[in-house]
């Protein structure tokens, strides 16, 4: 089992940027595609995107397509979100989540078995 704690969301501009981490202890993040996900008040939960277990494949939302950024350390049990050019429709919360590694990278997000509790991000428009 592993444990997830997200980092580094707060109060930016539209325009500004964020960088989101992600803190796994109780086993390697080897093991996992690590994915992260946001959740907007009154909204369901949505991808953002996702990485595979070796940083060497990433899948993005379109919606923040060119815009963001997810990469992993392994070595550091990590792994992050850049977020530039920020838009106040990024607010919500945001949650990184641990997918045993398999084959595909998934953007649901049944598929994911652990997450973090979420850091809030806000974009001022």
């Known amino acids: 089992q592993v444990q997830l704690v997200e980092s580094g969301g707060g109060l930016v501009q539209a325009g500004g940027s964020l960088r989101l981490s992600c803190a796994a202890s109780g086993r390697t993040l080897r093991d996992y595609n690590m994915g992260w996900f946001r959740q907007a008040p009154g909204k369901e939960r949505e991808f953002v995107a996702v990485i595979n277990w070796s940083g060497t494949r990433t899948y993005y939302a379109d919606s923040v397509k060119g815009r963001f950024t997810i990469s992993r350390d392994n070595a550091k049990n990590m792994v992050y979100l850049q977020m530039n050019s920020l838009k106040p429709e990024d607010t919500a919360v945001y949650y990184c989540?641990?997918?045993?590694?398999?084959?595909?990278?998934?953007?649901?997000?049944?598929?994911?078995?652990?997450w973090g509790q979420g850091t809030q991000v806000t974009v001022s428009s």
């Open positions: 989540a641990a997918d045993p590694f398999s084959g595909t990278l998934y953007n649901t997000a049944h598929e994911y078995d652990y």
